[in-house]
């Protein structure tokens, strides 16, 4: 058995295990007046089993948290086969009768984390956990459940703030009754409980932990939540820069000390390459010019192509868990996507496409290929395989793949956002464009090549801040020392498109707008559209900066309702689903 494979049966293992109570807490067909949990909380390995079995209920969340974010935003449009809620959610029409707002799966998975750090908490109290085993298991449960309540803030505004189990099946059917706070309340109590959980580290269950599993010479550690990046994007959110800028550069700097030199250099430090499988995930083509030399099997799709035990894609993802066509019911993207495998409901906007088709790259070549790498031309239409793409080739039996949630381009650009909003701006644009090394070096070139003659311009080879900074990056390099962030290229240089102007590096509402307009290039139909045109436009307090956007995609698809949904997001007030417990 391979490695996917094995850790979907991990998953579905544990998932069966744990039923007999969480899968019911949610359902309103349950015959008993109370949920019986009292037999599922013996041992860790208990434990381990509803860490997993909740995991096996997130993952379930995929299609909806999709839809939602990228659907509602300007970069995925509808296709003639949607139906007509579908295409509420593209032009912000929704019924309230419409399945694509419904919460419920959301706090389905929320109650089911609820009942398990109450009873990890009983756990502890009566000596059937160790204190570590507590820590590690409570704050990934934790953590994750703060990820879904963001989502929930974003998509929702005002929503139920439930922390505590729900013990009789009547309070499930009754959850709507339940007080709602602001989405600004929301943040803060998210903040001030994910601060508190007692593990905050990248990995969730480090080397030796029992939900660290070993599989073929790989483990499952990253199918677990990333928790400084949960963090990070709270405080991004609040409008507290410096300590998302925290939270993020500890994620980037997390394999700095790794023993393995390629990890060290690669690992979520957006690299160029170098002939290596740890750093093969530029834009690259076989012959310089020749665009039908382009590499479409390898390179920046990598990233998206190869399994969860692949060098390339641990290079890359530090939070992503696997599907398989062996387990029901595999990856509901093949269906929602494909128009040979599937249903073929969404498509990439024709603003999108041209997003990618308004760049240049390096070699002249008229368009960013990161398009042609996340979508291709059928006789359907053009049809998203970004969500799709996996090593083995798909078919009627094979609608595996895995939901990819964090990974460095994200990662770079969310710190860029940081950044530039704390008044660093330059350093927010040389992650955006060409790396540390080549926005801070100073020293002499020699043919167009850094040729550092002295210490002092090796030096400029790091950002000028105190080592405990967050914003300090060493870069610097030479015949005899190389320094952890030296390979760093930047986001649009690894994907072998011309930077934007220098001039963005002193004007921060500008660059913001350009890392907005580069997460449609780079992040698009990933999931965070939505909330990332949400995020930007409550702190410039500029509704159009969200409406235009998606008023261009609807124009360009000739929605009728094009003029009067940018009217209607026009008020911030709009911008949120109803939240209707049906």
Not at 462 to 488: C, E, G, L
Request: glycine residues 6%; hydrophobic residues 35%; proline residues 5%.
């Amino acid at each position: 058995m391979d490695f996917n494979k094995k850790i979907v049966a991990f998953l579905a293992i544990a998932l069966l295990a744990t039923g007999s109570w969480s899968c019911k807490k949610i359902t309103d067909e349950v015959p008993e007046d109370k949920l019986d949990i009292t037999n599922a909380y013996r041992n860790v390995g208990d434990a381990d089993a509803a860490v997993i079995g909740v995991y096996g209920q997130f993952l379930g969340l995929e299609k909806l948290y999709i839809l939602q974010n990228e659907l509602r935003g300007d970069l995925v449009d509808v296709t003639g086969n949607a139906d007509a809620y579908l295409k509420q959610l593209s032009n912000h029409t929704t019924s309230k009768d419409n399945p694509y707002i419904d919460p419920r799966p959301y706090y389905a998975v929320i109650l089911n984390i609820n009942d398990a750090l109450k009873n990890f908490n009983l756990m502890l109290a009566d000596h059937r956990m160790s204190v570590d085993d507590y820590n590690k298991h409570y704050s990934d449960l934790g953590a994750l459940r703060s990820f879904i309540y963001l989502q929930l803030g974003a998509q929702y505004g005002s929503v139920p703030y439930i922390t505590e189990p729900v013990e009789k099946v009547e309070d499930v059917k009754n959850l709507s009754l339940y007080p709602r706070i602001s989405f600004d309340e929301l943040l803060t109590r998210l903040i001030d409980f994910t601060e508190k959980l007692p593990y905050k580290e990248v990995y969730s269950y480090p080397a030796g932990n029992a939900l660290n599993v070993a599989i073929d010479g790989q483990n499952t550690q990253k199918i677990f939540i990333c928790k400084p990046f949960i963090l990070g994007d709270l405080y991004l959110w609040k409008g507290n820069y410096l300590k998302a800028a925290e939270n993020y550069a500890k994620v980037m700097n997390v394999e700095n000390t790794n023993s393995n030199i390629n990890v060290q250099f690669d690992a979520y430090k957006v690299v160029g390459y170098l002939s290596s499988a740890y750093n093969d995930l530029v834009v690259r083509y076989t012959r310089a010019q020749d665009e039908g030399a382009l590499i479409t099997d390898g390179g920046w799709r990598n990233m998206f192509i190869q399994p969860t035990n692949n060098i390339t894609w641990n290079s890359e993802f530090f939070w992503g868990i696997p599907y398989n066509p062996s387990y029901k019911p595999g990856n509901p993207m093949v269906d929602v996507c494909s128009s040979i495998y599937g249903k073929y409901l969404i498509k990439p906007s024709q603003a999108a496409i041209d997003n990618w088709v308004a760049q240049r790259q390096y070699s002249g070549i008229p368009y960013d290929a990161r398009g042609r790498l996340s979508y291709e031309n059928s006789a359907a239409g053009p049809v998203i395989t970004k969500l799709t793409d996996n090593n083995t080739i798909l078919s009627s039996f094979n609608k595996g793949g895995k939901w990819g949630i964090y990974r460095a381009g994200l990662l770079h650009l969310r710190f860029s956002e940081a950044a530039n909003r704390d008044g660093q701006s330059k350093l927010g644009w040389a992650f955006l464009n060409i790396g540390i090394q080549d926005t801070y070096y100073t020293g002499t070139f020699l043919n167009g090549a850094k040729s550092p003659v002295s210490t002092a311009e090796i030096n400029t080879m790091q950002t000028p801040y105190p080592t405990s900074s967050p914003y300090y990056f060493d870069a610097r390099s030479n015949s005899d020392y190389k320094s952890p962030w030296y390979r760093n290229t930047g986001i649009r240089n690894r994907a072998n498109v011309r930077p934007i102007d220098v001039s963005f590096q002193t004007d921060m509402v500008g660059l913001e707008g350009k890392i907005i307009d580069e997460d449609a290039l780079e992040l698009a139909f990933e999931g965070s559209r939505w909330p990332d045109l949400v995020r930007v436009a409550r702190r410039q307090n500029n509704p159009a900066f969200l409406a235009e956007r998606v008023y261009q995609k609807l124009l360009k698809a000739g929605d009728p309702n094009a003029s009067a949904t940018r009217a209607k997001l026009m008020d911030p007030a709009n911008w949120y689903l109803p939240f209707d417990w049906k």
